[in-house]
Each structure stands twice: as C-alpha cells, then as structure tokens.
DNA sequence: TTGTAAGCGTTATCAA
DNA sequence: TTGATAACGCTTACAA
C-alpha cells in the first residue's frame, strides 16, 4: 500500500515551465492563458498523473464542495424504506454533474441530529444539507437558520418556510386512491395513516379527510402506526374487528398494506371482495405479492435530483429554477375492487 | 441567511491572550498547557462559538478525515434491497464515534464506478474505501491497489484477499435453510440463485449444493436471477412448471422468496403443505407476510460497524482487532413444513 | 509552558 | 498573457 506522496501543482508548474497560477488557469480552463501553453500543462499534468487535491481546493476557496444529508432513523425503519435508497441515487446523480460530494450521517435520536447539523456545518464540511423527514413545527428550522447553512426542504412546499422546498405533495395522491375506491362504490373507507409528528403522516390523513368530505361520505376510522409493518397488521386487526368494518382501507405506505393484505389472508377476508386494501409509494414488491397491491407511485429519484439541483443553486446563489416533477400517480392493481353488497 | 464569517482560531488565541498554537493544543488536549491556560481558551472558544474548519484541518494534516462507499447499483435495484440502510447505519456508528464521515456515491455502471473510486482517493476527499458486493475476480481490487488507497472488503474472507476482508459468511445460514429442509423430509429441494457474477450469489449457491450433496441429496433445480421480485416470481413459475417440481425452494433473498410465495398463492400451490419457502435476510416484512417467511437473519448493523472500525483500524496503521460477528440465524416460521407424501 | 513560523496545496490578486 | 505572492485556517516543529 505503498503510499507515493502524490504531485502537486507545484510539480506540474515546474515540469510544464510555467507557474502554479498558469496551472490553476489552465486546468479550471479560464481565459488567460494561451493555447499552446494550456496544452503543454495540461500534458505535463496528464503525464504526472496529477489531480487537484479537493483538500486544498476547499480551503482555499472556503467551500467543501459536498453536501450533507442527516438521518434520524432508527436502523430497522430505516431498512423498510426504499425512499432513501432512489431519493439518494436521484441527489447523486445530480451532484456528481457538479462535482459535489454527498456526506451521509444516520444518527439514532433528534440530539444527535442536531448535534450532527452543527457539526457538518459548523465544522465546514458541507455548503448545505438537506432536511427530510419534516416534523410539523420543526426544530431543525430554526437551527439551521441560526447556524446559517443554506437548506432545503425535502417535501412539499407549504407556504412560507424560511428555507425552499422540494418535493412532491402527497395529497393528490392518496386523493385518486380515495377517489377510486369511491368510483368503485366503497362508502366505509379507513386510513392506517403515519406517526402525526410528520407532515408527510399528517397530510396523507388530510388528503383521505378532505375526499371523503368532498364525496359527502362519512370519515371512516383511522388508526395511527409507526409506519412499520407490525403497526399495519395490528392497525388492520383493529380495523376488522370493528362492529361496522370499512370495505377499503389506505395505508400510508407499502408495508404496512403488505401486511395488511396477509392479516387479511389469514382471517380469510377476500381481497378484493370483502375488503380493498391500497398502498403508498409503489414498492418493487407491490406488483408481486397475492394480489397485486394497488398503489401509488411517486418518481422518487426525479425528485432526490431537484432537491439536490436546488440545494446547488442555494449555495452558488443562483436563481431557482422551476423543478417539474410529476404528480403521484395511482398504479391500480388487483388488491382494489367493488365492495360485496 | 446572511453568513456572518465564522471566527477562526486566531480569533480564539487573540481572545483568550495566546498563541494560535496554544489554542490547538488545548483543543485536542494534549500535554504542553497549563491547565488554567487551557481552561481560558476553552472558554474563549465557547464563547465566540468557535468550531474548527475541517477543510483546514484536513489539509494541515493531509487527511480527509471520511470514508467512501461507491454504490454501483441501479435505483430500481437498490431500493429494494434492505442491506445498504442497515450497513450504512451500522457504519456511521462507528465513524461518528471518531469524527469521520461517510461519503456516498451512487453511480450507473461499472464504468462511472472506477471514475469514482479514481476521483474519490487520488482527489484526497476519503482516506479509505468500502468495496461492496465483491464479484468474482473483481477488477477494483487491482484499481484500489493501483491507486494505493486503504480499502475494505465487505463481505466473508475468502482467504489470500489484498484487502482485509470484514463481513458474515453466507454459507452457514443458506446451509441451515436447507439442513431444515432435510430434516423436515424434503428430498427435492431447489434453489432461486442471485447474479452468479456476485460471490455471494455464488457462495449461497455454493452452500446449497455442498448441504445437499453431503446428506447424499440430487441437486435439485437452480435457477438464476437478478435478485429482483420479478425474477423470483418468473423463477418460481419455472420450477413449478417442471415435471417433477420440488417441494421446496431456498431463495437468495426475501423479495424474491415473497414473490414466490405470490406465485405459489395465485397457483393454488399451498404453503408449505405442498411447498416450502425459505427467503435470506429477514426483512421486516417476513414475519408479516402469509404465511410468514422462514429466512435467514444477518445481524447487518454490526457488520457495517465492524468494517468501518477495520477501515479506521487500516487508515490510522493500527493492529485490526478481530471483529466479532455473530454467524447467520434460521428463523424458522410458517412457510417450512414437512412436504406432502 | 508558551510563542514563532513554516508548511499543507490550492485559488486570487496584482504587477510586470 | 504571464509570474510572483499572499491568503485560506489549521497543525506542528522548533525556539524562547
């Protein structure tokens, strides 16, 4: 592991005959320098097999060209979510067209977390980080302003925030779920929604509220979970043991309705028949479990590399640029039916 | 969010009336400062709010002080697989505990992960390297020697690597999977194989031929796949479509064994009265799917732990402390039972 | 025990 | 169009 003490521009100066300044023009290509002689630097930097080290770089212009994204997730839920895995691939994608770095942190309690933003900001390790997981009345606002590190809002814009966001809005979705279910002629339709501390819970509850409100249909019961798949089959045993059980119900997420469609199995509750079960986020399994679980899909990587598009543009101070990201869309499989009469 | 420029360290040593000097050695407590002395700096540094600038850290010391993890997957694929969240968290546990970050990439292709790795460790942003999901014969190995960059393999250690190699050996679990199986009375037991160009698509393969060939079993059928629940449910109905299908199958992961179990479901296919069903990794979901999923459980948090403090261990020069990990686990649950005679 | 000064490898400023 | 030279903010010999 022989470590060779790598060239530096210095060296590549010296080789090329010209100076450390010539080197630094020449290779951020910037007018100045003449052709021939960006040529030979560039050669002798090719020769010597040299890169700008990223360390000094940094340094120098007081930017470490990374971003940074901070996880408060106990490792088992965090396991279960295939939003992180397609959000980050969309963010990279973004940022490696930049030449920026993503510096991930996944800390066990909101301590911690802040400790970590104050840390990765304060320390100058990244230029901005993003916020996910918003909290209704987030401290973390508050924190960040203060601390003064460019942020961006990962979810739907709100009106208002101190700091952009990007996302998409959950409540069209869950609407069309609603909807379809009301097409199909289901009256007793109950959400397993997510924990209410989260915007993304409590909107997805609001969005199944309002369409039935707007159908002129009765709220139908409501279970809060944790948004694991244990709390969606205790939330669907709760709902079938009611006296009047819904014939539909919305989970707030994929797992949780996975979990519900073999709560269901194992009572011997026809799905779709006696029961329509939808889920949210449109997993890779959804289409492949008994039946097909309708769902609804959300272009999570498209939406991972507007956050990050925006978040560059915070930190280069650039004007924003309007990001298209589609709306939700209903993906609807066998899970959903008309109600038994 | 007006940046108010941070206070440095001359700030702090002008405040508290010392040398610039003296403020770094009070901060990093080492010896040569008196302890009132150190008691005013730290004071002084409080009280302006001073953090040190990692970036001029990280020069002054020629280290990057962070770690990266090049990921070459697909979104589609990554975000099916539970692996990466857990281990990642597992990770960032122990770097946390020694001021690292972890650096993030996700590329496409093959191709765009060699340009990372290069740009990662020759630019200076990491001081080490995790290699994921080893192939067999896998050309970064010769690359990261090349580049002269510590690295870490995760995965089992197969003996002679370059790397240190830091991870569970699939073998034991995949073995005790199909032992179960034999025990139960199966005698026709296949196997739904990942990508044959991972080693731990091979070594689980490996595991189920060696398990059956020394109880004086056939091989049964195997089928190979991209670990996707697509490929398990085409997989499934291949085998089920054989003459002589089997009467249980051991899949290289739970996505797939799920999908199988949809497969069997949709059939008319019981389980496990007419087939057994074993999955690998034990997803949150298995317990919760009907009937729930016997599978093979990996304790993947601490297997991220113990290749980071290996990675720490090899970028310090430090002895490597022997990891101790604990071997896979059978969970046995209702999709195993004897086959119908 | 404390202060001084020389790096670390860039980018940026300013004469030439 | 070029080439010195001074930052950037820290660590660390080396002197005092």
């Keep these: 592991m022989l470590q060779v003490s790598r060239p530096t521009i210095s060296d590549v100066a010296r080789a090329a005959g010209v100076s450390k300044g010539a080197v630094s023009f020449a290779l951020n290509n910037r007018p100045g320098v003449a052709a021939d002689t960006r040529e030979r630097i560039l050669a002798a930097a090719r020769e010597l097999g040299w890169t700008p080290s990223s360390r000094a770089r940094a340094l120098s212009v007081s930017r470490a060209f990374a971003v940074g994204l901070v996880l408060a997730r106990k490792p088992e839920t965090l396991r279960a979510d295939p939003f992180f895995p397609s959000f980050i691939a969309g963010v990279e994608q973004e940022l490696a067209a930049h030449d920026y770095a993503l510096l991930l942190q996944v800390v066990a309690d909101q301590q911690r977390e802040h400790d970590s933003y104050r840390r990765l900001a304060h320390g100058g390790r990244v230029d901005g980080v993003f916020v996910t997981d918003l909290l209704v009345d987030d401290p973390r606002i508050a924190l960040l302003a203060e601390i003064g590190?460019?942020?961006?809002?990962?979810?739907?814009?709100?009106?208002?925030?101190?700091?952009?966001?990007?996302?998409?809005?959950?409540?069209?979705?869950?609407?069309?779920?609603?909807?379809?279910?009301?097409?199909?002629?289901?009256?007793?339709?109950?959400?397993?929604?997510?924990?209410?501390?989260?915007?993304?819970?409590?909107?997805?509850?609001?969005?199944?509220?309002?369409?039935?409100?707007?159908?002129?249909?009765?709220?139908?019961?409501?279970?809060?979970?944790?948004?694991?798949?244990?709390?969606?089959?205790?939330?669907?045993?709760?709902?079938?043991?009611?006296?009047?059980?819904?014939?539909?119900?919305?989970?707030?997420?994929?797992?949780?309705?996975?979990?519900?469609?073999?709560?269901?199995?194992?009572?011997?509750?026809?799905?779709?028949?006696?029961?329509?079960?939808?889920?949210?986020?449109?997993?890779?399994?959804?289409?492949?479990?008994?039946?097909?679980?309708?769902?609804?899909?959300?272009?999570?990587?498209?939406?991972?590399?507007?956050?990050?598009?925006?978040?560059?543009?915070?930190v280069d101070g650039r004007e924003a640029t309007e990001p298209d990201l589609e709306s939700p869309r209903l993906v609807v499989r066998a899970s959903t039916g008309a109600p038994a009469r």
């Excluded at 979990?259 to 959804?286: C, F, I, K, M």
């Design 149 to 314: 590190v460019p942020a961006v809002v990962v979810g739907p814009a709100l009106g208002g925030g101190f700091f952009p966001a990007v996302g998409v809005d959950d409540k069209p979705g869950v609407a069309a779920a609603v909807q379809h279910l009301i097409d199909l002629g289901h009256t007793r339709i109950a959400h397993v929604a997510g924990p209410a501390a989260y915007v993304h819970g409590t909107s997805r509850k609001q969005a199944w509220a309002e369409t039935l409100a707007a159908a002129g249909l009765p709220e139908g019961p409501c279970v809060e979970t944790d948004f694991s798949a244990e709390s969606g089959a205790a939330a669907t045993r709760t709902l079938l043991d009611l006296a009047e059980p819904p014939t539909a119900v919305v989970y707030a997420n994929d797992v949780m309705a996975m979990a519900g469609l073999a709560v269901a199995h194992a009572r011997g509750v026809d799905v779709p028949g006696e029961l329509s079960v939808v889920g949210y986020e449109d997993t890779e399994l959804a289409a492949h479990v008994q039946p097909p679980l309708t769902s609804v899909a959300t272009d999570v990587v498209a939406w991972g590399g507007a956050a990050a598009r925006r978040l560059l543009e915070l």
